[in-house]
């Protein structure tokens, strides 16, 4: 009978087998320590600072930037409002802004 070797888990990240002296656990499933980094800045994650959002992992700060809540409220008042809509960061649904939830209340 011929040897075969365990099957090994794949990072998410870069596709190649984690052994477990270098695995981090997390989004279901096994990282590299290298590979165990936010998505938007790239910021080594451990597992007090990790977010998970479709598969992807993110750092608390840039996970917020990206899909936390947005509009008048969460800027910090007038001076922090602007018209971006986060194109930088990814997002294309419903980036188009409008005021059709106000057309009829006047």
């Known amino acids: 009978m011929p040897f075969v070797a365990a099957e090994q888990n794949k990072c998410p990240k870069c596709g190649k087998s984690v052994y477990p002296a270098e695995e981090r656990i997390a989004a279901s499933g096994k990282w590299h320590k290298t590979c165990f980094k936010c998505g938007l800045c790239n910021k080594l994650l451990d597992s007090t600072n990790v977010t998970e959002h479709q598969g992807e992992i993110f750092c608390r700060h840039c ?34 802004m409008t005021n059709a939830h106000h057309s009829n209340n006047f």
């Open 63 to 96: 996970h917020g930037r990206k899909y936390g809540p947005k509009g008048v409220g969460f800027g910090g008042g007038a001076g922090a409002l602007s018209m971006d809509t986060g194109t930088h960061l990814g997002n294309t649904a419903g980036s188009e």
